[in-house]
């Protein structure tokens, strides 16, 4: 919005307040007084009213004492003028009088003659009726008219109407009085209207015993009383009401009477405001136009040309321009002060030219660091072995690589759900993963394909800004660390089993030894074979030690793999031959040079042949190749040594290699140490071995070891030679 139009709402804005204020002021102070006023003007009316009234009741008592002082009506009352009815008391002659009622009563205050006339009501046809029963009810009411001349208001069968009373006299008022006269005028509403229109008001005239009073009416009958005989009351914004009581002939308040009429002072005032309004109107637009065209000349019109010469300097971007200076006002300085800040951002442009080349190059380096950080951030990630979860509110944001192979799930199948339904157990607070603290525990979670996998998970809080729960899980399968603790306890418990066995076999014989002195060879022969059976155990029991924490030391040099394998098979012959078993061996005839420790080879092999004696029915066959493999890609010296023997049951095949595992707990003898020891000697070598086997016909163990040196092959044909050592 423009200052010039700013300009004109408030200066509309404060004028038409202005106005508004000093309308209000007048037209306040102005109805107050228009108010002041109409009352007056009201209870003016109201005492013409009540003096017409007042007239009215004197005029009556002067008709009623002209008749009632009347030689005539005296005759008549005592009898003797039977011609008076005919002769004077004609309808139109009563109306003439005013008078609607007229009773002649004797001096025993009985009715002589009585009679009514209303022409616009059926008043008249019970009005006789009406004033005896009136009479019987209310023995005051007569006695008050009879014994003294009076006259007043009076309510007679809910109708009011105005009562005169004189006594009956001779044309000079001298008595004896032969009765009295009593005349009544009707003041129905008919004549309550004549009244009012011969004053140009509103007249009613109300019983205050009457259970149908108007509103207003009641409510001013609570105002009104013997200190205040008028009110007046507005009962709407264009009329005004006053009221004031009549009283009865007994001089009490039985009628109300009611004026109402126009506020005439408030309907001028109020034409005499709108022109006033109007003319606040005129004057303020006038003053404003003017006080417009003043501050659009001496104040608007510089600020505009001001604003056109920045925006100009703004458009062209020439720092170098400057406002023109006029005159020493507020604005002038307004243009100085500008200038000034022109100079400063001149200034600050060239320091903010440097500063930004500066800081492009600053954050073009550090660009580039936090994307080299975050290369080596996400390459760290995805090459860690623990699975790395992300979590915000306990939904899943971010997993790496480690992670998602751990459960076989895709990225996109995980990203965006909870981390507790990848829990294997249906209670989540079995699984508390958002704790307030880091926290360490192990659980077990479900794959994509239904298994499960145990785990240790390391859950670690994140403060954000945002307040949001934020946690960093650390996923680790413990599946093998599960394995290895079971197969380590199992471990302890055969070897304190097999160490209790000979120990209690050599107590058995020191126990035997004492009681039969005499066959001290035999339990001499027995203890040798318990003890040597206890040092192989120790040793191998060592060397499983010693693999485990990695200190076994291999006396490595080259040698030809055939020797080794013949010393072998020289040593075992002799039990081959016990059991009737022919065991061959067959040497390629180039020599297999390997870089290896000849002690620890020799107890590879002679463990396995060993074991195939051992196994092998008699009658059966061991056949020991030594040749060329291949591994990886690459040739290898391999040694194969295969037997007819009972064979291994697929079930047992991936246990072969345990430490104390036997394939079977009812033959004699081995510790079940023999071929885990062989398996890491194999290794330590950087070698492998593997076994295959078919129930009933047989085993083969194959071993890969590295070749040193330059060695040559020879042709197919001759790569292998048969040799049979027996």
């Not at 004028?15 to 000093?22: K, R």
């Not at 321009?321 to 002060?337: F, Q, W, Y």
């Not at 192990?442 to 785990?455: A, E, M, N």
């Not at 009933?696 to 092959?713: C, D, N």
Request: net charge negative; with cysteine.
């Amino acid at each position: 919005m423009s200052l010039r139009r700013k300009t004109f709402i408030a200066m509309l804005i404060g004028l038409s307040s202005t106005m508004l204020v000093l309308y209000l002021v007048i037209s306040s102070v102005a109805t107050e007084s228009f108010l002041v006023v109409d009352r007056q003007a009201a209870l003016r009316n109201l005492d013409r009213t009540t003096n017409t009234l007042r007239d009215n009741v004197e005029a009556l008592k002067r008709s009623v004492t002209d008749w009632a002082s009347w030689d005539e009506t005296y005759q008549f009352v005592q009898g003797s003028n039977s011609e008076y009815v005919e002769h004077y008391l004609h309808d139109d002659t009563i109306l003439n009088l005013d008078v609607n009622l007229m009773i002649f009563l004797d001096n025993d205050n009985q009715i002589v003659y009585a009679k009514a006339v209303d022409l616009h009501t059926d008043w008249q046809n019970s009005a006789v009726q009406n004033f005896e029963d009136y009479s019987r009810t209310s023995p005051t009411f007569l006695r008050l008219l009879t014994t003294t001349p009076n006259a007043g208001f009076v309510t007679i069968a809910d109708e009011p109407m105005l009562i005169a009373s004189r006594p009956i006299l001779h044309n000079d008022k001298t008595g004896p009085a032969a009765g009295t006269l009593i005349w009544g005028q009707h003041m129905g509403p008919d004549e309550v209207l004549s009244v009012a229109q011969s004053l140009r008001l509103s007249l009613s005239l109300f019983d205050n015993s009457s259970s149908y009073l108007p509103d207003d009416v009641r409510a001013v009958q609570g105002v009104l009383s013997p200190a205040t005989l008028r009110t007046t009351s507005l009962i709407s914004e264009m009329n005004i009401a006053g009221y004031t009581y009549v009283n009865d002939i007994f001089q009490q308040p039985s009628l109300t009477l009611r004026l109402t009429q126009e506020r005439s002072a408030y309907l001028v005032g109020r034409e005499m405001l709108r022109v006033v309004l109007i003319t606040l109107i005129v004057i303020g637009g006038f003053a404003g136009i003017i006080m417009l065209l003043l501050i659009e000349r001496v104040i608007l019109l510089r600020i505009f040309h001001l604003g056109e010469r920045v925006r100009y300097i703004a458009a062209s971007d020439d720092i170098g321009l400057r406002l023109p200076l006029h005159g020493s006002d507020e604005l002038t300085e307004v243009a100085i002060a500008i200038n000034a800040m022109l100079d400063a951002v001149s200034e600050s442009r060239e320091a903010l030219r440097r500063s930004n080349n500066h800081l492009e190059l600053q954050g073009s380096q550090r660009m580039v660091e936090l994307e080299h950080q975050k290369s080596n951030l996400q390459a760290i990630m995805d090459t860690m072995g623990e699975g790395l979860v992300y979590c915000v509110d306990g939904l899943i944001t971010y997993v790496n690589r480690a992670f998602v192979d751990l459960l076989l799930y895709e990225v996109t199948d995980l990203v965006g759900k909870p981390f507790t339904l990848l829990s294997a157990h249906p209670d989540p607070a079995q699984t508390p993963v958002f704790f307030a603290l880091p926290r360490r525990f192990d659980t077990t979670l479900v794959r994509q394909d239904g298994t499960t996998v145990s785990v240790a998970i390391t859950s670690t809080p994140v403060e954000t800004s945002d307040q949001r729960r934020s946690q960093v899980i650390i996923v680790r399968d413990i599946t093998q660390e599960i394995a290895a603790k079971r197969q380590k306890d199992y471990f302890f418990a055969r070897a304190s089993h097999d160490l209790r066995s000979p120990l209690t076999n050599i107590m058995t014989r020191l126990y035997l030894l004492g009681k039969k002195p005499e066959q001290l060879e035999t339990h001499l022969k027995i203890l040798n074979q318990v003890t040597t059976h206890m040092l192989a155990l120790v040793n191998d029991l060592l060397d499983i030690s010693r693999f485990e924490r990695g200190v076994t030391v291999l006396n490595r040099r080259d040698l030809v793999l055939q020797s080794v394998v013949e010393q072998v098979v020289e040593v075992q012959q002799a039990d081959a031959e016990m059991k009737n078993i022919e065991l061959t061996a067959q040497l390629s005839e180039i020599p297999l040079q390997v870089y290896g420790d000849p002690v620890r080879l020799n107890q590879v092999i002679t463990n396995l042949v060993s074991n195939a004696v051992h196994y092998t029915p008699e009658g059966g066959q061991i056949t020991i190749e030594v040749g060329f493999g291949e591994r990886d890609g690459e040739k290898c010296a391999l040694v194969c040594v295969a037997d007819t023997g009972i064979g291994i049951a697929p079930d047992h095949l991936e246990h072969i290699f345990d430490p104390f595992y036997r394939v079977s707990s009812e033959r004699e003898g081995g510790s079940g140490l023999g071929l885990y020891i062989v398996q890491e000697i194999v290794q330590l070598h950087g070698g492998e071995i593997n076994v295959t086997s078919e129930p009933g016909k047989g085993t083969t163990f194959s071993v890969h070891l590295h070749l040193s040196g330059t060695t040559e092959t020879a042709p197919e044909s001759t790569l292998r030679s048969i040799h049979h050592l027996e």
